[in-house]
């Protein structure tokens, strides 16, 4: 079967770094995507990883390994506004997203 | 970049009526929509998928006769909810793709829909 695993929730300082896991395993794979979304929102497109190694764009950064099956997020400088749930999603072969349950991060001052 | 709406953002109804949501593609055809359900605390499951002009493709264990899809034109798709009852409260999001393979989705804004 498919499968996303990320942990359900993780707790930072505002300021400092936070890496948010997620690993995978997918019939097939076309790339691995990252949404923010905030509490009542929709989520919101953060990065896209179909190669392997590290995207940054801003405090954000993705990194892939297709061989472990395994990404994670990282943001830095960690503020406020940036505690939300972070979804990872794997495109499988027949370009379906595979969803999983989502990190909620909390931001403490 | 790209702008999916939503309509209406909210919703209360009796049970037993039905409730249209609305979702548009305002500055982008899109040939591809998706319909989530998000309960809270949950992730977002996929209902269904909808390609213009085409019958919607549901998932496992979504009810198509009790949710209907119409994907009429490339920017509009409807999600009707028939009969609704109080389990179906929940949080309703499309989200529309221009082409059919390796592409950002766009997400509407949800609808909450609550069920009385």
């Known amino acids: 079967g498919q499968n996303i695993d990320q942990p359900t929730e993780m707790t930072a300082t505002e300021g400092a770094i936070v890496q948010i896991n997620c690993t995978y395993q997918?019939?097939?794979?076309?790339?691995l995507f990252w949404y923010q979304q905030h509490a009542g929102e929709a989520p919101t497109f953060l990065s896209y990883?179909?190669l392997d190694g590290l995207e940054e764009k801003g405090r954000f950064s993705s990194f892939l390994s297709r061989s472990k099956g395994y990404s994670y997020l990282l943001l830095k400088e960690l503020q406020m506004k940036d505690s939300a749930s972070y979804l990872c999603?794997?495109?499988?072969?027949?370009?379906?997203?595979?969803w999983g349950a989502g990190t909620k991060l909390i931001i403490k001052p | 970049g790209a702008v999916v709406s939503q309509h209406p953002s909210w919703v209360i109804c009796k049970s037993g009526t039905s409730v249209k949501i609305e979702c548009r593609s305002l500055?982008?055809?899109?040939?591809?929509m998706f319909w989530y359900r998000q309960f809270p605390k949950q992730s977002l499951m996929l209902m269904a998928t909808?390609?213009?002009?085409?019958?919607?493709?549901?998932e496992q264990g979504v009810e198509k006769d009790k949710f209907l899809i119409n994907h009429a034109s490339l920017t509009l798709s409807t999600l009707t909810v028939t009969s609704a009852h109080p389990e179906d409260s929940s949080f309703y999001i499309c989200?529309?793709?221009?082409?059919?393979?390796?592409?950002?989705?766009?997400f509407g804004p949800g609808t909450r829909l609550t069920v009385l």
């Open positions: 909808s390609n213009e002009g085409s019958k919607a493709t549901y």
């Open positions: 500055d982008f055809q899109a040939t591809t």
């Open positions: 999603a794997v495109m499988d072969s027949n370009y379906q997203l595979i």
């Open positions: 990883n179909v």
């Open positions: 997918t019939s097939g794979f076309n790339g």
């Open positions: 989200s529309a793709r221009l082409g059919q393979g390796v592409e950002e989705q766009f």
